[in-house]
């Protein structure tokens, strides 16, 4: 059987990602193979920054929308397949899956297909605690 959260416990859920993102978190983009939550990570392609606050308090969707993130600049080439959230200071909170508009994954970006040297943005970060 499935479990159905009330609309105040997933707002908790959600919020409590924010708290532990803290002030300026990172996202973080990386190639290959996303490992198991928190695992080692594969080739960095490139860093970037979130706002001073991760994302709005919830107020009832079961979604979580980050606010702006500060585009980046890539410091290795490969296709991005999976992004981890980390402290600004690099502890993990989160891994989620990347793709461009339409891809149904949690990071929507710019391209997946990321060169060194080239200019890379977040369009959107978009996790979902939703019920069945």
Do not use: H, K
């Amino acid at each position: 059987m499935t479990v159905g959260y009330s609309t105040t416990l997933r707002n908790l859920r959600l919020d409590a990602i924010t708290q532990a993102v803290g002030s300026n978190g990172l996202l973080r983009i990386y190639d290959g193979t996303r490992p198991a939550s928190g695992g080692a990570g594969t080739n960095l392609l490139v860093t970037l920054t979130f706002s001073t606050v991760f994302a709005p308090t919830q107020t009832g969707s079961g979604t979580l929308t980050a606010n702006t993130i500060t585009q980046g600049t890539a410091i290795f080439t490969g296709v991005a397949s999976w992004a981890r959230i980390t402290t600004s200071g690099g502890t993990f909170v989160a891994d989620l899956g990347v793709g461009i508009s339409g891809a149904g994954q949690e990071v929507t970006l710019n391209t997946t297909s990321i060169s060194s040297g080239g200019v890379v943005a977040c369009t959107s970060l978009l996790i979902t605690a939703g019920n069945p």
